[in-house]
């Protein structure tokens, strides 16, 4: 009859199979190959004899100026932090498989996107890479009466020219009667209007149009 005697050593398990137990117990884990001889054993496994399951994620932050002072937050199977180089350049070595999101971020600064999500299955990943810019410490407060319609939400356009053309600037409908843009630069005057669009996605003309300067 075979019997099977396992054993753990430097991070592998091995798998001895015998038709004697007691000789496979009997010698120093040091001698497998011995061990695999003397005791007849039929077949010997080892977990780290596999190729690594690990890879690297990288990318770069832009612009080179503001990368290399940017720290990236790493959350996933495993935590961890960097800070950009010189070049702006980042990356996370020894990775297991999964999910993780990447977050830069530095005082003063927002980044397009603010963060990314990456899948890791067995090899790396590159081309991370976010763009970095100022923030802006104006900003412009917008409030408008409520619609006398029932509406599902709100849309704000912006234009930099009288009367347009107007470029969106919510992601997703807003539901307030207010709305802060907080994306204006200095020394510029820009144009609001509003749209109220319903529950089946029917989209009202403009509003009135009103004006903000930036100092």
Not at 58 to 77: D, F, M, R, Y
Not at 92 to 106: A, D
Request: charged share 10%; net charge neutral; aromatic share 8%.
């Amino acid at each position: 009859m075979l019997f099977g005697c396992s054993v753990f050593r430097s991070g592998c398990w091995m798998l001895l199979k015998s038709r004697d137990l007691r000789k496979c117990q009997a010698f120093p884990l040091t001698a497998l190959s011995c061990i695999a001889l003397l005791c007849n054993c039929t077949g010997v496994t080892s977990r780290s004899s596999g190729s690594s399951d690990t890879a690297q994620l990288s990318g770069t932050i832009s612009p080179q100026s503001v990368g290399e002072n940017t720290k990236i937050a790493l959350n996933g199977p495993i935590t961890a932090s960097t800070v950009g180089n010189s070049s702006g350049n980042y990356s996370f070595s020894g990775l297991p498989n999964g999910t993780y999101v990447v977050t830069p971020s530095l005082s003063g600064y927002a980044f397009a996107p603010s963060v990314q999500s990456v899948s890791i299955n067995g090899s790396g990943v590159s081309g991370v890479d976010f763009a970095a810019s100022q923030e802006s410490s104006h900003s412009v407060q917008l409030t408008w009466h409520a619609s006398t319609s029932s509406v599902a939400g709100y849309n704000i356009y912006r234009s930099t020219t009288s009367g347009g053309p107007y470029v969106k600037l919510n992601a997703s409908l807003v539901t307030p009667l207010t709305y802060k843009d907080a994306t204006v630069l200095a020394s510029t005057t820009y144009y609001y209007v509003t749209t109220s669009v319903d529950s089946i996605a029917i989209e009202s003309v403009y509003s009135n149009q009103v004006a903000a300067t930036i100092p």
